[in-house]
């Protein structure tokens, strides 16, 4: 039994579809192979996410800028690894503070399956300023070059992060 005419062309559009739908990624936080750079992270760490209000300018949690902010946990002492870091800056963490930042979290299932309609009244996350994939791979770079495994936050470190010797937050590491 052959195929009419008028079967073939929905068929073959359905067809063309789902390769379209195959090549696009399945999460907007992938960074397409893309190698971060760490100082445009400690940019958007600093000055786009203000990432530094919850775990501290030296991911320690205990170094927030603001006192209202909820206190982060301890990048210093994370055990994620690069794409699970990629996942919770893009996803954030449901039922805590952590805030996302991929546009379209919560829209398609990409963050953990659930769309924001799947959270209960008042739980779903938060959303975060907005990073581009690149800028989650360029938070992520700085994460691992300063902050993943290093120990006590040092003097030096907190000038370099803050472009200044003397700044406030530094005095009580001299």
């Keep these: 039994m052959s195929l009419s005419y008028a079967t073939t062309i ?20 992938e960074t397409d192979g893309y190698v971060g750079d760490p100082e445009r992270g400690r940019v958007v760490y600093r000055s786009v996410g203000y ?9 320690d949690g205990k170094s927030g800028t603001t006192l209202q ?5 301890n990048l210093r002492k994370t055990t994620l690894d690069t794409a699970a870091l990629i996942e919770v800056i893009g996803c954030g963490r ?23 309609e799947d959270f209960e009244p008042g739980t779903a996350p938060m959303r975060g300023k907005t990073f581009s994939d690149r800028d989650v791979a360029n938070v992520v770079a ?15 470190e907190c000038a370099a992060f803050y472009d200044n010797p ?6 009580g590491l001299q």
């Design 69 to 73: 902010a909820p206190v982060g946990p």
């Design 51 to 59: 990432c530094g209000n919850c775990h501290g300018w030296a991911g």
């Design 10 to 29: 929905p068929l073959a559009a359905l067809t063309l579809a789902i390769v379209a739908l195959a090549a696009l990624p399945m999460h907007a936080q």
């Design 166 to 171: 003397s700044a406030r937050a530094c005095a």
């Design 94 to 116: 449901p039922a805590t503070p952590m805030p996302y930042h991929d546009r379209a979290a919560y829209r398609d299932g990409r963050c953990f399956g659930m769309d924001l």
């Design 142 to 156: 700085f994460l691992e070059a300063y902050m993943i495994g290093r120990a006590e936050p040092t003097y030096e």
